[in-house]
């Protein structure tokens, strides 16, 4: 049985006939038993009141008459006797003629009279030599344990089914709440995953119910992240593809060879902008499916580093920049993809802002931060910088501050404080080279054992980044071709 209604009235109601069983059982006990059983206790107290209720004349009364024997029932539920002397002077009805109790000794005992077997109960006043005998057929027993038995039965059966009766109609109510929410459920849209209300719900339900608003929030986020990605992509592909279909169109109707290939130069140019805003696309995508610590792992930061300032060595050099490197071992905690990821936007953001023939210093390097050991990377150029006042929303998604001279998505730094809440680090931007330009600050802790790993989520805030590459970064180790 798989409800918890059915379930509920039916423990209930085997508890109680278990219950019921069990005292019935014992009271069975209790009266079949002669010495101490109910029926010996009636025995005792009605002779001793008929002992009691005897007066003292009765001594002189001659022997009752004998009398055909009655009915074994007429008497009721017991039979008494009176003997003086030996005589039996005083009867009911339907008591033998002879001594219930022939050896006259006080207490209980159990003898054959004719068909019947009887327990007698025999009690002396040896003042005035008066015996009282009291006692009942086995047969007067056991009809009167059967009426007994099945009165019992009938009252249980009445009692058992007003009980079950209660009991599911309390359950029912009890479980209303639930009822409830599983056709509110029904009724919901597809896609409406606002919480479910929890103010009714029983005690025991409550927890469950929690966990469904958890899941439904995570579900929403997921929801609301694909709706927006959607958006924002669609948004952002749509420039640069009527820019990159404007220059083919170009392209096609020139009438010379340099018009072409300027106009192919510049198709390439969008081809490229257009790759890496869907590079950045797949990579929010990614980060927004959901981040996780579990598969993090050493990684040492500034081997990364230098990998990914080689790849855009290139870029550099056409553009006539220098890179200057800077970089001490250190191991940190995370995944080596959205490292990779941060390190690429980080740097790409300084090759794009910095401008023809500009300087980028990067280093990375052992460090502290509030008393924790850790590795700083910072990146810094002599570009046109951001202005005060738009530092604090350079991390919003898709946000490209006014006076931005760049062609960027605005996608790069956005992924950047996502990547660094991921990984519990802080980051901090301030002035760049020699006064001017950008600078971008990121610490990560040092690595430690797994189950110390920094704390998930810790909330990333920009601060004046000190200008620690003003006066030109000198290289502890610079790398070839760079």
């Not at 019935?24 to 209790?30: E, I, N, R, Y």
């Not at 009721?76 to 109790?101: E, I, T």
């Not at 790069?412 to 990547?419: D, N, R």
């Amino acid at each position: 049985m798989n409800s918890i209604r059915g379930r509920l009235t039916l423990a209930l109601l085997l508890c109680i006939v278990l219950s019921w069983m069990t005292w019935l059982c014992w009271q069975a006990m209790q009266m079949n038993r002669e010495q101490t059983g109910l029926w010996d206790a009636s025995l005792r107290d009605i002779g001793t009141q008929v002992l009691r209720s005897m007066p003292d004349s009765v001594i002189q009364l001659p022997n009752a008459p004998t009398q055909p024997q009655l009915s074994r029932y007429k008497d009721g539920k017991m039979s008494f006797q009176v003997w003086v002397d030996g005589r039996n002077v005083v009867h009911s009805p339907a008591a033998p003629a002879g001594p219930l109790k022939p050896d006259f000794r006080d207490g209980f005992g159990t003898h054959r009279i004719g068909d019947d077997i009887w327990r007698v109960y025999s009690i002396t006043d040896r003042r005035r030599g008066i015996v009282a005998q009291v006692g009942r057929t086995q047969a007067t027993l056991n009809r009167e344990l059967h009426n007994l038995k099945r009165l019992s039965l009938a009252v249980a059966a009445l009692i058992f089914s007003l009980l079950g009766l209660m009991i599911w109609v309390v359950v029912r109510w009890s479980l209303a709440p639930v009822t409830a929410l599983h056709d509110s459920l029904l009724t919901r849209r597809p896609l409406d995953l606002t919480p479910l209300p929890t103010e009714a719900m029983p005690t025991e339900v409550r927890p469950l119910v929690d966990s469904f608003n958890k899941l439904l929030a995570r579900v929403d986020a997921a929801v609301q992240n694909e709706r927006r990605f959607t958006a924002d992509a669609a948004h952002e592909l749509r420039t640069p593809l009527a820019v990159l279909a404007a220059h083919a169109d170009v392209a096609l109707r020139a009438t010379t060879i340099e018009e072409k290939d300027a106009a192919l130069r510049r198709l390439s140019s969008g081809v490229q902008r257009s790759a890496r805003l869907s590079e950045q696309l797949l990579d929010l995508a990614r980060l927004d499916a959901g981040a996780s610590t579990e598969g993090f792992g050493q990684v040492d930061l500034s081997e990364l580093v230098v990998l990914v300032v080689r790849d855009f060595e290139a870029l550099a050099r056409d553009r006539g920049q220098h890179i200057s490197l800077q970089t001490e071992p250190g191991a940190i905690l995370g995944d080596i993809d959205q490292l990779g990821i941060l390190l690429r936007n980080v740097i790409d953001n300084a090759v794009c802002y910095a401008g023809e023939g500009g300087q980028i210093a990067v280093s990375c390097r052992p460090g502290r931060s509030n008393d924790i050991r850790g590795m700083r990377l910072e990146v810094a150029d002599d570009g046109p910088g951001v202005a005060e006042e738009d530092r604090a929303r350079i991390f919003d998604r898709f946000y490209r501050a006014p006076r931005s001279t760049g062609r960027g998505s605005g996608i790069g730094l956005s992924l950047v404080a996502q990547i660094a809440q991921s990984h519990g680090a802080s980051v901090e931007v301030g002035t760049g080279l020699k006064g001017r330009g950008f600078a971008i600050s990121v610490f990560f802790a040092a690595a430690v054992a797994e189950h110390q790993a920094t704390a998930y989520g810790r909330q990333i805030n920009w601060t004046p980044l000190s200008a620690e590459l003003d006066n030109g970064a000198s290289l502890d180790r610079r790398e070839p071709g760079l």
